[in-house]
């Protein structure tokens, strides 16, 4: 259940993982929420798809397929770490989950949407404020502030390459993860605009524009590919990270959380770059 409210926010299917009992199993949904993509994640997902691998007749359909596989990828991720997590760092006698179901009683409709306002969207979207206006600051400051004449985020980039390129990606890409730990929905925006050296997030009009840009700047399949599985799995964005410290109690179960998706998308990539460069 908290796995499935994972998909619409990390955050949220975080703080639903309040209904399990077991402080073990507790913990380990929680650790393993953010392998499964969030609504900020299935906007670059089905760019990426349909500009690549479902442009030409059909290409709805092929989108969906290649998207539900990429679901079904994070689940099986899911379901194969926490079973790595139960042996190992949660090791212990797993607990029965009992569902009671509560006594019948007239729905209080306008109680249940105001208490579902207050803790889950206000929650939500407060913790999202406090990180998401100093975090537009900082990145308008990196791609402004120049050193050099290149920019902190182009320098930031060109340091980046060699890693990015062994992961099948390149230094802008890397650079736009790190710049949007705020917020998954900025990753691409931030991508294009550090192709196209400014300094402000653009939206481009389509994806045969979003495609012409891409590929001018080097993307070929195996970039796409590898970018859809990075951003499937690396760390959760910054509302997250603080819903999971406020949860567990604890800076290093938050830094576990960080640090699961990202090893796993660090592997997955470097194995499919190595299977391009290889055939």
Request: glycine share 8%.
């Amino acid at each position: 259940m908290s796995m499935c409210m994972g998909f619409g926010c990390n955050a949220a299917g975080v703080t639903g993982c309040r209904i399990i009992n077991s402080p073990r199993e507790r913990f380990i949904a929680i650790l393993t929420n953010s392998f499964v993509p969030c609504n900020g994640r299935f906007g670059t997902l089905i760019a990426i798809i349909t500009a690549f691998f479902a442009s030409a007749a059909g290409g709805s359909l092929l989108s969906a397929f290649y998207l539900t596989l990429l679901i079904l990828a994070g689940v099986m991720l899911t379901l194969l770490m926490s079973k790595l997590l139960s042996v190992t760092i949660f090791k212990g006698v797993p607990s029965a989950f009992t569902l009671e179901l509560p006594p019948y009683r007239k729905p209080q409709i306008l109680k249940v949407l105001v208490r579902s306002l207050l803790d889950r969207t206000i929650f939500v979207l407060g913790r999202a404020c406090i990180v998401a206006a100093p975090a537009g600051l900082l990145l308008w400051l990196f791609a402004t502030v120049k050193i050099g004449g290149d920019s902190i985020l182009a320098i930031a980039a060109n340091f980046l390459e060699a890693p990015g390129q062994f992961l099948g990606l390149d230094g802008e890409i890397l650079t736009a993860f790190i710049m949007g730990f705020p917020a998954n929905e900025i990753v691409m925006p931030i991508t294009v605009m550090l192709y196209q050296s400014g300094n402000v997030l653009t939206e481009t009009s389509g994806t045969h524009e979003l495609f012409s840009i891409l590929t001018a700047n080097g993307w070929t399949a195996e970039t796409a590919i590898c970018m859809m599985i990075f951003m499937l799995f690396h760390f959760p964005c910054s509302t997250t990270c603080l819903t999971i410290k406020k949860e567990t109690g604890s800076i290093k179960y938050m830094l576990l959380a960080m640090l699961l998706p990202t090893l796993c998308g660090i592997i997955l990539c470097s194995i499919i770059s190595c299977i391009f460069r290889l055939f």
